[in-house]
């Protein structure tokens, strides 16, 4: 079975544009969260979508946008970039069964903003 | 790659030994405790988890506990190896509630010494 992948791997973009990063998950899983990594916050959640509805989302502006497609890719828009969003933005994929689950992550996409 | 946070603790172990990372959680409601280790450019690579109503639980060369009166866990591994190189970070959740949002640790960066 395929992992989950995102693309594109590598990015750089100039604060002020705009940017859209995309994730497919596992087969058949059908909740998809994103994360932000940075040196300094570490990890920190973004938000979640199943069913292609945001079900939880974490402490980021509104500039931090997401949406899930009814294949259950999901994709991320940061707009207005800020040289703070540079990070690696980590998706992970999960099938959700009403109980504790593991999430799969992906490997990142490192967005950088000059 | 720098996937992972700058001045992270450091846990250097020789090769065969066993290794002990620790990690302290914030939420005494949180009901599902994970273990992840992420290596250089990847994203985190599930290790373990455990739930709330257990208070120990092995998988293959890995053992996680959980102390749930002072809010604490821990992840060991037997017989460390090169492989096992690597930055860690417990994570925790609250599956009551939303079940994509994981609180991820600042993470132990784990260095094997051959």
């Known amino acids: 079975k395929a992992g989950v992948t995102q693309t594109p791997r590598y990015l750089i973009k100039t604060r002020g544009q705009q940017v859209t990063l995309s994730c497919s998950p596992i087969?058949?899983?059908?909740?998809v969260s994103w994360y932000q990594q940075t040196p300094g916050q570490g990890l920190q959640f973004l938000f979640e979508?199943?069913?292609?509805?945001?079900?939880n989302k974490g402490n980021f502006p509104g500039r931090f946008s997401g949406r899930q497609f009814s294949n259950s890719r999901s994709e991320m828009n940061v707009s207005t970039l800020e040289l703070g969003d540079s990070a690696l933005y980590l998706c992970?994929?999960?099938?959700?069964?009403?109980?504790?689950?593991?999430?799969?992550f992906g490997p990142g996409t490192r967005l950088t903003v000059t | 790659g720098e996937s992972v946070g700058l001045h992270l603790p450091t846990l250097s172990v020789q090769e065969g030994d066993n290794s002990i990372i620790n990690c302290a959680y914030s939420n005494s409601a949180s009901d599902y405790f994970i273990w992840y280790k992420q290596e250089s450019g990847k994203g985190p690579q599930f290790i373990i988890d455990i739930r709330s109503n257990m208070d120990k639980r092995q998988g293959q060369r890995v053992t996680v506990l959980l102390n749930k009166t002072v809010k604490h866990l821990s992840l060991q591994i037997a017989a460390t190896q090169p492989g096992d190189s690597a930055v860690y970070f417990c994570?925790?959740?609250?599956?009551?509630?939303?079940?994509?949002?994981?609180?991820f640790g600042k993470g132990t960066k784990l260095s094997v010494k051959p």
């Open positions: 979508y199943f069913s292609e509805t945001q079900r």
């Open positions: 992970a994929s999960s099938v959700t069964g009403g109980g504790p689950y593991e999430q799969y």
């Open positions: 994570a925790e959740s609250y599956y009551g509630g939303s079940q994509g949002n994981l609180i």
């Open positions: 087969s058949g899983h059908r909740s």
